[in-house]
């Protein structure tokens, strides 16, 4: 081999090696269904940490996605990914389970009532020793399971591998949101999603079904439902929030 053609193989294994390692351990792309689109980030917990914020050093809650940012850069931490983690009252309290840090800041909700968060079957997304998943409330409350971190939602959208069979899930149903939501494809990589334009639960478990292959998924909102990702040149703004995710580098 000629020195020259030495120099252009070097170069170009540096280049390799220098573009693997620079690759984003969190990922966002739009994928579509149909005619409606979906935005999706995933995030490798091999390679990111994933939390749960809700209030910040003061107690007060961060209430905006932009908040959250300013309050983490000031601490030296770079938000690389955000979205709103579930429901919540109107003083922005988690309306269900909510653990962070391995801290239960609200607990279990498994009490009856109205509203898409009450929707048989709803359900807890968490992390612990076996990874990221999705769980019924019950089978949560079954588990054992000392969490890391955990937020509660509803309805589960897909479970088992199936579209639950909630009232809402009807694919005859008119009811368009934007809506954002999430689940584990496998136990070290999580996927969030939220709808490019508005869309119904059945159109939204259809995604998390056929192009990510989600064997359960969790809805965790609708209109309120908002995305930091400055991947992507976004950064949402909206009514204020309570429970949110957040990725830091």
Same mark, same amino acid.
């Given at each position: 081999?000629? *020195?020259?053609r030495? &120099?252009?193989?070097? !170069?170009?294994?540096?280049?390799? =090696?220098?573009? %693997?390692g620079?690759?984003? /351990? ?24 994933l *939390?749960?914020?809700? &209030?910040?050093?003061? !107690?007060?809650?961060y209430g905006? =996605?932009?908040? %959250?940012r300013?309050?983490? /850069?000031r ?14 009252q ?5 309306l ?6 391995? &801290?239960?800041l ?20 968490l ?9 019924t409330?019950?089978e ?16 589960i ?9 909630s ?45 990510l292959a ?5 809805y965790?909102d ?15 703004r909206?009514?204020?929030?309570g ?7």
């Amino acid at each position: 081999m000629n *020195r020259a053609r030495a &120099r252009s193989t070097i !170069g170009l294994a540096v280049c390799m =090696l220098v573009s %693997l390692g620079s690759a984003r /351990a969190v990922e966002c792309a739009s994928q579509p269904i149909g005619a409606v689109s979906f935005t999706t980030c995933r995030v490798d917990l091999h390679r990111e940490s994933l *939390r749960l914020y809700w &209030r910040d050093e003061a !107690g007060q809650p961060y209430g905006q =996605l932009l908040r %959250l940012r300013d309050s983490l /850069a000031r601490q030296g931490k770079k938000l690389v990914l955000a979205m709103n983690a579930g429901m919540y009252q109107e003083d922005l309290t988690p309306l269900g389970l909510f653990i962070a840090d391995h &801290r239960e800041l609200t607990r279990l909700n498994r009490r009856k009532g109205l509203g898409n968060f009450y929707q048989p079957p709803n359900g807890v997304f968490l992390l612990d020793d076996a990874g990221a998943r999705v769980l019924t409330t019950e089978e949560f409350a079954d588990s054992g399971s000392r969490p890391m971190l955990a937020t509660q939602s509803g309805p589960i959208l897909v479970h088992g591998g199936v579209v639950t069979d909630s009232p809402v899930m009807s694919p005859q149903s008119t009811s368009l949101r934007i809506r954002n939501g999430v689940c584990a494809p496998s136990p070290d990589l999580v996927a969030f999603v939220i709808s490019d334009s508005p869309v119904t639960f059945y159109e939204f478990a259809q995604f998390f079904l056929k192009k990510l292959a989600c064997p359960d998924a969790l809805y965790l909102d609708g209109s309120v439902s908002s995305l930091y990702a400055p991947s992507l040149g976004r950064e949402d703004r909206g009514r204020d929030l309570g429970p949110m995710f957040g990725v830091t580098e």
